[in-house]
Every structure is written in C-alpha cells, then in structure tokens.
C-alpha cells in the first residue's frame, strides 16, 4: 500500500501555469480561417459565428422536413420494355 503522507508538501504556482495553458493553444483551423477573412476579430467571435451558422443551419432543417409534408403518388408502368431482365 503507498502512502501519500510525504506528499502533503507539495505546492504549484498556479500563475505560471495558467499563463502556460491559455497561451499554449492556438485557435481551431475553421476559427482561424474566419479570422484570416476578416469577418471576426478573435477566437470568441469566431465561434460565436459558428455557433450562429449551425442554430440558422438547424431551423432551416427542420422546416424543410415540415414542409414536404404533401403526398407523392408512384404510378406503375407496363411497360414491358422497361422490365428487368435477370
């Protein structure tokens, strides 16, 4: 069994590692694409702007399944022509 009692010492500069985290990571390449076009400033309006595309994306969506709600009628053909041949 290990014992932790001799860890109980231990302490972090929580400075120094947040600056560490929040510096280390760039921003996603579909951020930095709309960033690149000039159409937002920073990481937090780019995702805003994603977050946006996909919500109108969404309802669009959805009323297009709400809307083909009319019936298509499929009429046979005899057709003997058009039959397969197996």
Do not use: R, W
């Not at 000039?38 to 805003?48: I, M, P, R, S, T």
Request: hydrophobic content about 45%; glycine content about 6%.
């Amino acid at each position: 069994m290990v014992s932790f009692l001799h860890m109980s010492n231990i302490e972090f500069d929580q400075e120094q590692y947040s600056q560490t985290t929040s510096s280390g990571q760039k921003p996603s390449k579909m951020a930095a694409a709309l960033i690149a076009l000039g159409l937002v400033k920073d990481e937090k309006g780019a995702n805003f702007l994603l977050i946006g595309l996909i919500a109108v994306l969404c309802v669009i969506f959805f009323l297009s399944l709400s809307s083909g709600s009319e019936e298509i009628e499929f009429v046979p053909v005899d057709d003997p022509s058009l039959e397969l041949s197996i």
